[in-house]
């Protein structure tokens, strides 16, 4: 599909995403205190920025795992069906689990995500966004930790894609047509 013409208007800067990331380990470090069992996984492909610089800020033992789940494919708009494209590697039962998700949209990924692997028995299951759009929800879901509230914008950068583009801009920004 031929892509309309668009800017990017940054809206997170880099800086503050370190910022934020280095606050936000200092909560989840007290969380997991004492435990050497912790997985952190993180949901393909739009977190793989957000979770590199996470676990270099948790000075913790860690494991790292990945899940891919279906979701907004080329377009700008939530298909509300989640499927799993790629599950986890390792087994979670009786450890402790945090989730990292770039954006909570509709909620139905977190959603979906949070009910699988709570049937696996984790010893303790937690999750962290990036970013969280709250005017959008469709299903009832919050993080445990979030980076950051914004408001009703496609946004791309750190990770985060439009039709698999912009994944390598080192800020946030939002997509405007021209
Ligand atoms: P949800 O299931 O509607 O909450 O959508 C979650 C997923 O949709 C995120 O993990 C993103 O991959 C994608 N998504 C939601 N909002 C945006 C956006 O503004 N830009 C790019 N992808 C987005």
């Known amino acids: 599909m031929p892509q309309r013409p668009y800017v990017i208007d940054k809206m997170i800067s880099a800086k503050a995403i370190a910022a934020r990331i280095e606050d936000l380990c200092g909560e989840i470090k007290a969380e997991f205190t004492d435990t050497d069992k912790l997985v952190v996984v993180g949901l ?10 996470l676990v270099r800020e948790l000075d913790l033992p ?4 990945f899940l891919e789940a279906s979701s907004y494919g080329d377009g ?12 986890l590697r390792g087994t979670i039962e009786g450890r402790d689990v945090l989730v990292v998700e770039d954006i909570v949209d509709t909620g139905y990924t ?7 692997l709570k049937g696996r028995n984790p010893a303790k299951l937690r999750t962290i966004a990036l970013l969280d759009k709250p005017t959008k929800r469709e299903v009832e879901v919050k993080a445990d930790w979030t980076g950051f509230e914004i408001p009703d914008e496609f946004v791309v950068g750190y990770g985060i894609d439009f ?16």
């Open 44 to 53: 393909l492909r739009g977190s793989f920025v957000f979770i590199a610089d």
């Open 62 to 65: 860690i494991e790292v795992d």
């Open 76 to 87: 700008m708009e939530s298909s509300r069906e989640v499927r799993i494209l790629k599950d």
């Open 110 to 116: 977190m959603h979906h995500v949070i009910r699988l």
């Open 163 to 178: 039709a698999q583009r912009n994944r390598n801009l080192p800020y946030i920004g939002k997509v405007r047509f021209t």
